[in-house]
């Protein structure tokens, strides 16, 4: 359910610019998340990886991360789940699911602004990485006690079908929420 004041945006509408309206003169650096989708007999499964080095190492994560220069989000969103899992994904195959702002008062140059997609296209079976150790939740039990905080915000949502828009402001701790504004719709 969204907060009061929450960020409400119209069918088809984006967050004004890249980083969105939300990041005023803060410097927001751009990443994608994708989430790989599929059904089962015990309901749909999302596929989320054990983050074994860098930001979060420790954590569930999704699948995702830096922008390249040059490149657009779907682009890097396709790259980085092969590169994280082996699998390849088509840009046509991407199901836009929102964008979250990603602010970290005590650390700034950490802030992200992040696309997030889904699909239930892909080729090849997902594999173990240097970064990721991929494993498929059923959509209906994630594993939000093992993730970032800020995902039960958000994760519920974007793997229902909708479109989430946020933007989540983490304590001075860096892993604790301090505030999320945002809102959500079915597509």
Same mark, same amino acid.
């Given at each position: ?9 119209k ?31 015990a309901? %749909?499964?999302?596929l ?14 999704g ?5 390249? %220069? ?34 970290f ?63 989540i402001?983490?304590?001075?701790d860096?892993?604790?929420?301090a ?9």
């Amino acid at each position: 359910m969204p907060s009061a004041g929450a960020l409400i945006r119209k069918p088809g509408e984006r967050l004004g610019g890249r980083c969105g309206r939300y990041c005023g003169s803060m410097s927001s650096t751009p990443v994608t998340l994708c989430f790989l989708l599929r059904d089962c007999a015990a309901g %749909p499964q999302v596929l989320l990886g054990l983050k074994k080095t860098g930001f979060g190492v420790g954590k569930i994560v999704g699948l995702g991360g830096h922008v390249e %220069p040059g490149e657009s989000d779907a682009q890097a969103a396709c790259r980085e789940v092969y590169e994280e899992a082996g699998v390849t994904v088509l840009e046509e195959d991407l199901r836009d699911a929102g964008l979250i702002e990603f602010v970290f008062p005590a650390r700034p140059e950490w802030n992200m602004s992040t696309r997030i997609f889904t699909t239930r296209h892909w080729a090849g079976d997902p594999v173990e990485s240097s970064e990721i150790v991929p494993e498929w939740f059923l959509a209906s039990a994630l594993p939000l006690d093992r993730m970032w905080q800020d995902a039960e915000h958000w994760l519920p949502a974007a793997v229902d079908g909708g479109v989430v828009e946020a933007v989540i402001t983490l304590n001075e701790d860096n892993e604790t929420v301090a505030s999320a504004e945002y809102s959500s719709r079915g597509v």
